[in-house]
């Protein structure tokens, strides 16, 4: 058994294992997939201890929308405020530690705590504590509303996908976020659309989190895994993206999928002509999985549930409201959504039998391929910097 925070002496000797050279590295240790004792590790030295994506733009739309958010047990409340500005606090109330929100809904004017009835605008400061003072009295001299307001959470936001930490350690947002923002530099300040009906989907996987990541980065798989994929979009036409510490993938220079002969999305404004074949793949350390094309992009948010389950959270933009929207684009957004939902279905069974795998008895982590697995190594290697 795992200890719940700290690394023993063995796992660390692991660790050093998978932090050597990619020709002599072995994988994480079973432990860190199939032992229930991990979840801890993982909520302490990953999703605690720096910048994660807890939800997305689109989910608060409209000033005064508001959504809660477990975060590897730590309640957070996602909302827009009245200027339309995102927000991200602790979901309880300063008074008892009260759960704020249960479920999403939009606050037209307070935020009202259900035990006591303290209430919060919508920039986190208390307004009004009910008897406070006791019976008909609104105030007490020992409760200082403007020192007990909602507790903020550090975020920020890139391609509409909301980030958070929780961690006073973690760099600032914009440094932490640099590298891939001046990757994609092309889609990193253009107005995405979400897809709506057609626009969002979400899969459930029995396996640990880690495993869809490693899977994701790496295209060794396409020929036997996605051969429809694979047929217009070859293994020889992929390329490795490595980025240690942060982030690591795959792109592509032959993106063109035939969805409809006759019409296609508007590509983004701007773009280089390398995306004109081209479409790139990223696993942003610790659970986005990012896909970035000349006419849409999209995301898939990981939510850990427990060592052994999986919520993979889908969404999908365009470069234009009328391709997000539009009645003219309908069908094609359906078609597109169908695509990826059934590329993304084939990668179950084998992130499931990866996950069963790691029940064998004595299996050292498995080795790498140095011609094939770098971007697999590279998310690795970051779990055992990390931990260690």
Request: net charge negative.
């Amino acid at each position: 058994m795992l200890d719940q925070t700290s690394v023993s002496p063995a796992l660390a000797a692991a660790l050093a294992a998978v932090r050597a050279p990619i020709e002599a590295a072995r994988g994480l240790p079973n432990a860190l997939y199939a032992d229930p004792a991990s979840v801890a590790l993982d909520r302490a030295h990953l999703f605690h201890a720096g910048w994660v994506c807890i939800g997305y733009g689109k989910d608060v739309p409209a000033p005064g929308d508001a959504m809660p958010v477990d975060h590897m047990g730590a309640p957070l409340l996602l909302l827009r405020d009245r200027d339309g500005a995102l927000k991200v606090y602790q979901n309880v109330c300063r008074h008892r530690g009260m759960i704020l929100v249960e479920e999403k809904r939009n606050f037209g004017g307070v935020i009202r705590c259900p035990y006591h009835s303290w209430c919060y605008s919508l920039d986190g400061k208390l307004r009004a504590t009910p008897h406070v003072g006791g019976p008909g009295l609104n105030a007490h001299e020992a409760v200082n509303r403007d020192a007990t307001g909602l507790v903020p959470v550090r975020a920020g936001v890139f391609l509409d996908c909301v980030f958070v930490t929780l961690s006073p350690d973690a760099p600032e947002f914009d440094d932490w976020i640099a590298p891939l923002r001046a990757r994609w530099a092309d889609f990193a300040d253009k107005p995405l659309f979400h897809g709506g009906e057609h626009g969002a989907f979400t899969l459930e996987l029995t396996a640990n989190w880690k495993l869809a990541v490693e899977n994701y980065c790496e295209s060794y798989h396409l020929p036997w895994v996605h051969p429809g994929l694979n047929a217009y979009s070859r293994l020889e036409d992929h390329y490795h993206i490595e980025e240690p510490g942060a982030f690591s993938g795959q792109g592509t220079v032959v993106y063109n999928p035939t969805l409809d002969p006759e019409l296609a999305f508007p590509d983004f404004e701007g773009l280089p002509e390398r995306w004109d074949t081209g479409a790139e793949y990223i696993a942003l350390y610790p659970n986005l999985l990012l896909g970035a094309h000349r006419d849409h992009v999209y995301a898939i948010r990981l939510v850990p549930d427990g060592h052994d389950g999986l919520k993979e959270h889908v969404d999908i933009w365009y470069a234009s409201e009328e391709a997000a929207q539009g009645e003219r684009f309908a069908k094609l957004r359906e078609t597109n959504a169908k695509l990826w939902h059934g590329i993304f279905v084939e990668d179950i069974e084998v992130v499931e039998g990866m996950h069963k795998g790691r029940g064998a008895p004595g299996f050292d982590g498995g080795v790498f391929s140095p011609a094939m697995d770098g971007p697999t190594h590279c998310f690795h290697a970051w779990v055992a910097d990390r931990l260690g």
